[in-house]
């Protein structure tokens, strides 16, 4: 695999055509998908004093493996299912030669997404981490190998894997966020180049950063607020070195608990995370900022949102509160959720927001409705009236993250 | 404060007479609710040699504190603001005279239940933790100590606080879990005594227990199931020594975060409880056990119902699940969600079930509805069927506990 793979010449320029043909316009726009860097991300952008540290793949005769600065870093199978059956889904790493090739190609991804019907996807990595995690650890070691990562991997999403059709793949920067001062800075350079949200862990105290009520926060959540570029905040992305353990809390990988019951609860696990940002007063601050919850599912903010509201009601006066009104009030504004197939969600819908929940595909990870979307678009949200179909698929999409129609 | 304090001659009297002009009809019950332990359980009850190191309060000036075996435990004053307005609620520890009465003294606590219009209390205690973590803890230091301690809680909590109208007050045991078989023999004596709950941490690894698939388990989940005592998984029933800092996981105390968080999410924690409960097979080998998720709230079960039955559909092969069936089924078979105002739950309570579901007024923590129980009864489910509502607020819970009407 190498960057001529990505093939920017042909798939590109056909789907130009193709939206140029009939005016740009979004139909289906997923805002949860995933690349697996390719090889070849750091060693093609590093410093060359830094290359030899820098990640690059080794094979273990079973896998593909990265290696940083010395130390190993396995994907999980999971993370690249695309394409399979239930019954061939894995948790062992794999080579990249037994991935679906839309895991890291782009020209392939493009494919991927036409066979599903998909016009755009918003894009989170495996190796960086769902919120850059993994150099925010690795700066604790070597802070410039660290930023030197962060810089490649935002150049490489834009530049080559997102360069091959800017309007369909769409690239979301991670920060160097050890360093709150620079991480404003390359969010605006990130900008520059094309990216449209800003990742950020939902749980910063797990990289041992200050908490969001911190004023040391100020320069990069106002550059988000004034720049219009959301803050999407993954599940899981507040793993970090404290790992599953603590994140996931009593339900890590050392709990004894099932693997079945980590799976199934990963993505309610961002109600702390949606919790500590509104409780924090990150809303109150910064009116105009859009937080998205991404792959947390829907159905259960409904709820949440009125158990906030009671909380709020009931304790604010002894926590001295931080908000000026109900917590809802703020989610309603400026949050928003993102599911993939969510029946409860969709029966709640009125009480989260119809402008405020966002459909995703999760290409290639396990939950991926990929090659189904539209299937399973059809029956789940096939009742919801025209304009809210369109608002859940697409629209809101299109407004959150300042994609171009013509 | 002492025992004669509970003149269990005069209420208790009182509302037996009620009950039997009118032939004992529940329509009002609410299954979490929770004793203030008062100062002479233990002291009263265990054996001589025992006393000294035996839970005792000592003052602290500001505040009642239990020593136990030369350990502070500070009672959260949020465990004890029934009847205080909102602008008074305070985590700081009381002394036993600041509590409204009916916290530690059951002759109050009934004249507090006719004011709100309840006919019957499940009960939980503080000291001695959710699930009885207080002595599973203890046991660690003294097993001899923390076994006392748990039979001198259940006999007091049965035969004396409850005995003041054991219709209307409700026990539930706790057990010496640090010995699985010794506990199933203490949940046959407790049976024997009236108790009509056992409670147990849904998440053993905190307290080192072994796994719910682990055989160990077997003698007490079969008594369980047999005696057709329900299981009650209170949140914070997983609370013990490794704290809320690994049992809330990422929101811990620790953890940098507004306090509103904690309390916020304190419910929805019980998702990881569901799971582990469900994914670990305990329903499928014990098919007639009842298990209640208490305090959880029920408006993101409908949610996280459909996400397990979606995660055992993906992910069955390779984790080698337990079940034979999508987790759902066993739900609806068997298990419970209970709940104080939760609109959303209960515009989704044919997700969840029907017979599924079960109100609560939590007194005396800071979520009570007391006094305005009928009141938010009235304005949250009075447009409920007849017979649904029923079932909710006092139906369900005279079928799962197995209440006796006449």
Redo the contacts between chains.
């Keep these: 695999m190498n960057a001529s793979d990505n093939g920017r010449d042909n798939a590109g320029v056909q789907s130009e055509q193709r939206a140029s043909a009939e005016g740009r316009r979004y139909n289906i726009v997923s805002v949860d998908d995933h690349v697996v860097e390719p090889p070849d991300v750091f060693q093609d952008r590093l410093p060359a004093h830094l290359r030899e540290r820098g990640p690059r793949v080794v094979s273990t005769g079973e896998a593909d493996v990265w290696e940083i600065n010395g130390a190993k870093h396995a994907i999980t199978g999971l993370s690249a299912m695309a394409g399979r059956s239930?019954?061939e889904?894995?948790?062992k790493a794999l080579r990249f030669a037994e991935m679906r090739p839309g895991c890291h190609n782009a020209r392939q991804r493009l494919v991927d997404m036409d066979t599903d019907g998909i016009d755009a996807e918003l894009l989170f990595g495996t190796l960086a981490g769902l919120a850059g995690g993994t150099f925010i650890d690795l700066a604790a070691q070597d802070a410039e190998l660290a930023m030197a990562c962060v810089v490649a991997y935002n150049d490489w999403l834009a530049g080559e894997w997102c360069a091959e059709d800017p309007a369909r793949l769409i690239p979301q920067c991670i920060l160097p966020l050890w360093d709150l001062a620079s991480a404003a800075r390359e969010l605006g350079r990130c900008i520059g180049i094309g990216h449209k949200a800003a990742l950020l862990p939902g749980?910063?105290?797990?990289f041992d950063l200050?908490?969001f009520?911190d004023p040391a926060w100020g320069p990069l959540l106002g550059a988000c607020e004034e720049s219009g570029v959301p803050v999407a905040l993954h599940i899981g992305g507040?793993i970090g070195r404290?790992q599953a353990?603590?994140?996931?809390?009593?339900?890590g990988p050392?709990?004894?608990?099932?693997?079945?019951?980590l799976?199934?609860?990963a993505?309610?696990?961002n109600?702390?995370v949606l919790?500590?940002v509104l409780?924090?007063g990150v809303p109150v601050r910064y009116p105009q900022m859009k937080i998205v919850s991404v792959e947390s599912?829907?159905?259960?903010i409904?709820?949440?949102l009125?158990?906030?509201d009671?909380?709020?009601?009931?304790?604010?006066?002894?926590?001295h509160?931080?908000l000026d009104e109900p917590?809802s009030h703020y989610f309603r504004r400026q949050m928003y959720g993102t599911f993939l197939?969510?029946?409860?969600?969709i029966?709640?819908i009125e009480?989260i927001g119809i402008q405020n929940v966002m459909w995703e595909s999760d290409y290639p990870h396990?939950?991926t409705t990929w090659p189904k979307s539209r299937e399973l678009i059809k029956t789940h949200l096939g009742h919801l009236a025209p304009e809210v179909l369109h608002n859940v698929i697409a629209g809101n999409a299109v407004r959150v993250y300042g994609l171009e129609e013509s």
């Excluded at 749980?203 to 797990?206: D, F, G, I, K, N």
């Excluded at 353990?245 to 009593?250: I, S, V």
């Excluded at 050392?254 to 019951?261: L, M, N």
């Excluded at 599912?297 to 259960?300: P, V």
């Design positions: 239930f019954e889904y894995t948790p749980l910063p105290h797990v200050p908490p009520a507040s404290k353990a603590e994140t996931l809390g009593a339900l050392d709990a004894g608990v099932p693997a079945e019951t799976v199934a609860s993505p309610l696990t109600y702390g919790a500590n409780f924090s599912g829907i159905g259960w409904g709820y949440f009125e158990r906030m009671w909380t709020y009601e009931r304790h604010r006066f002894w926590t509160s931080l917590p197939v969510d029946d409860t969600g029966e709640t009480r396990t939950d």
